[in-house]
């Protein structure tokens, strides 16, 4: 079995930071792409940010110059570093991994969510 737990969530100010941490753990070989997805109260699961095995990264409009997504990937963990942070910034905080689980499979596994929240 695989496993992303992930920590780090909670209340915090508008301006504040948070730092967050998704490990893998289990059965697989190797990890690929991991990311942050986030999910506010009536809204859709939007894209964070993603960072690829070779450091790569991509990030929403929206977190772009607050946010920083960075990985491990002797410890199988991704972390995402967030600065600046606005009330539109609550919502619960999924991280995502491409599990190599073999030579011939791969699979997306999902943390099992942070709630971050942002208020005064």
């Known amino acids: 079995q695989v496993q992303l737990v992930e920590s780090g969530g909670g209340l915090v100010q508008p301006g504040g930071s948070l730092r967050l941490s998704c490990a893998a753990s289990?059965?697989?070989?190797?990890?690929?792409?991991m990311g942050w997805y986030r999910q506010a109260p009536g809204k859709e699961r939007e894209l964070v940010t993603s960072i690829t095995y070779g450091g790569d990264t991509n990030y929403a409009d929206s977190v772009k110059g607050r946010f920083t997504i960075s990985r491990d990937n002797a410890k199988n963990t991704v972390y995402l570093q967030m600065n600046s942070l606005k009330p539109e910034d609550t919502a619960i905080y999924y991280c995502?991994?491409?599990?190599?689980?073999?030579?011939?499979?791969?699979?997306?596994?999902w943390g099992q969510g942070t709630q971050v929240t942002v208020s005064s």
């Open positions: 289990g059965s697989f070989f190797s990890v690929g792409t």
């Open positions: 995502s991994a491409e599990m190599r689980l073999s030579l011939f499979r791969v699979q997306t596994y």
